[in-house]
């Protein structure tokens, strides 16, 4: 069963500093999304990008981060200059075009710890 | 009111029994509806997805009533390996049409 797939699966960084995560979506999908969830909290949506561009986002998808699709088959999150609240599980998913009730694919995340 | 609500649990219940979860949501023009299942510290997976007639996938069942904005998930015969935490999560509740509301999950252990 295709996949998506995030590199790296933990990523380490001191406050400050930028970082990027990376995404590979089920090839035929179209729809990309970012969501994050902190520990012990619920799953909070960041973004949706579709057509080489943002589509929606949310407060929390403030002007540190950034999203894009250098390639065909990468999406990446960055983030230009990490907080220690930026700490938190963050997920990359996909949905094909179908239409709208087809279902969110996520990737297994990348755990950022932000020291 | 909160966006998607359930209860967190824990429920603990022994192998072979029948386990209900409920959810609600606050904007009746949400359009699609979703049981995700998570691991400990792994990310959300699909279970089924919930239409308005109910529907049914082995020992999972799930409910959809719009008019009282409730959602449900039955699972029947409990096995150890459905011990996780159940993410109701609906589409479209936002005035997005494809971006997700997560509730906050509720955590399931079943016991041998």
């Known amino acids: 069963e295709p996949e998506v797939t995030q590199t790296p699966s933990h990523q380490v960084t001191q406050m400050g500093q930028e970082v990027i995560l990376r995404c590979v979506p089920i090839?035929?999908?179209?729809?990309f999304y970012w969501y994050r969830q902190i520990l012990g909290q619920k799953v909070e949506f960041l973004v949706s990008f579709y057509n080489n561009e943002i589509s929606e986002k949310s407060e929390i998808f403030d002007d540190q981060f950034s999203v894009e699709r250098p390639d065909g088959s990468n999406f990446t999150l960055k983030i230009r200059s990490t907080k220690l609240e930026d700490s938190a599980m963050y997920f990359c998913?996909?949905?094909?075009?179908?239409?709208?009730?087809?279902?969110?694919?996520f990737g297994n995340g990348t755990r950022l710890t932000v020291t | 009111r909160k966006e998607v609500e359930q209860d967190p649990g824990p429920f603990n219940v022994p192998e072979g029994a029948t386990v209900a979860f409920n959810c609600t949501y606050s904007n009746s023009a949400s359009q699609s509806f979703f049981w995700y299942r998570q691991d400990c510290r792994k990310e959300p997976k699909l279970l089924m997805s919930?239409?308005?007639s109910g529907n049914e996938d082995g020992r999972f069942t799930a409910q959809l009533n719009r008019a009282s904005q409730y959602i449900s998930l039955l699972i029947r015969d409990s096995k150890l390996s459905d011990s996780a935490t159940y993410l109701c999560v609906v589409k479209g509740l936002s005035g997005s049409a494809r971006q997700l509301t997560f509730g906050s999950g509720t955590q399931l252990t079943v016991l041998p």
């Open positions: 998913a996909s949905s094909d075009p179908a239409g709208g009730d087809s279902p969110l694919h």
């Open positions: 090839s035929n999908h179209l729809y």
């Open positions: 919930v239409y308005s």
